[in-house]
């Protein structure tokens, strides 16, 4: 257990849709990031928030979006979904904002099959 | 943009037998990290390396770093049903991580 919580576990929605991810850093942790999972992509970066500050943008389409709240729990939205944005979603937290090799500790990710 | 290619990418052993898996840098590598992800699960923080020639061993697990620090293995020793999994090596830090495809290990009765 890597103390850091996602939920939902599973979601399955159709397309067109709009749903919300979750994810509770761990304790201590002020850096969150999301990764998105596919079979054909493999695990890449969405975007990075720390303490409640945007910090790096990777491949995030324009229709997902996140924050990050004073609580430091963090909520990656995704709208008008599509049938590839079928994926598992990962989220990461670590202690600090990136500029030293901090380690990433990741949830056990929510898979959203989008139909 | 720095890319991680990582061979094989998929191995089938027998239970007891060494293996290695590789990952190879387009760029040199300041920090290079090792997880391992079991089947649609989350990834597992398995090592770290960043100075060229390191190597770390973690129970029959040990990751290399070349002292070019463009290339890494992982090795592990006399497989168990417990290592079956995806492997993959990351590297940044700078606010976000690069993955490489990842291996899939099967191990064999």
């Known amino acids: 257990d890597s103390g850091v919580t996602q939920t939902p576990k599973h979601l399955i929605t159709a397309t067109g849709q709009r749903v919300t991810l979750r994810c509770s850093p761990r304790s201590g942790d002020l850096s969150v990031y999301w990764y998105q999972q596919s079979l054909d992509q493999g695990l890449q970066f969405l975007i990075q928030y720390y303490n409640g500050e945007e910090r790096a943008k990777g491949n995030i389409l324009e229709r997902f979006s996140a924050q990050q709240f004073p609580d430091l729990h963090s909520e990656l939205n995704l709208s008008s979904l599509e049938l590839g944005d079928s994926a598992l979603y990962f989220c990461?937290?670590?202690?600090?904002?990136?500029?030293?090799?901090?380690?990433?500790?990741f949830g056990p990710g929510t898979r959203l099959t989008v139909l | 943009s720095q890319e991680l290619e990582q061979s094989p990418q998929s191995l089938i052993v027998q239970e007891g037998k060494n293996l290695t898996i590789n990952c190879t840098s387009s760029k040199t590598l300041y920090g290079l990290y090792w997880y391992k992800q079991k089947y649609g699960e989350g990834l597992i923080f398995l090592m770290m390396?960043?100075?060229?020639?390191e190597e770390k061993s973690h129970e029959k697990i040990t990751a290399k770093l070349d002292e070019k620090k463009q290339q890494s293995s992982l090795h592990i020793t006399a497989s168990q049903p417990s290592h079956a999994g995806i492997y993959l090596c990351?590297?940044?830090?700078?606010?976000?991580?690069?993955f490489g495809q990842g291996t899939r290990l099967t191990i064999n009765p």
């Open positions: 990351g590297t940044g830090g700078a606010q976000k991580l690069v």
């Open positions: 990461a937290s670590s202690v600090g904002q990136g500029k030293s090799y901090n380690e990433q500790f």
């Open positions: 390396l960043q100075k060229g020639g």
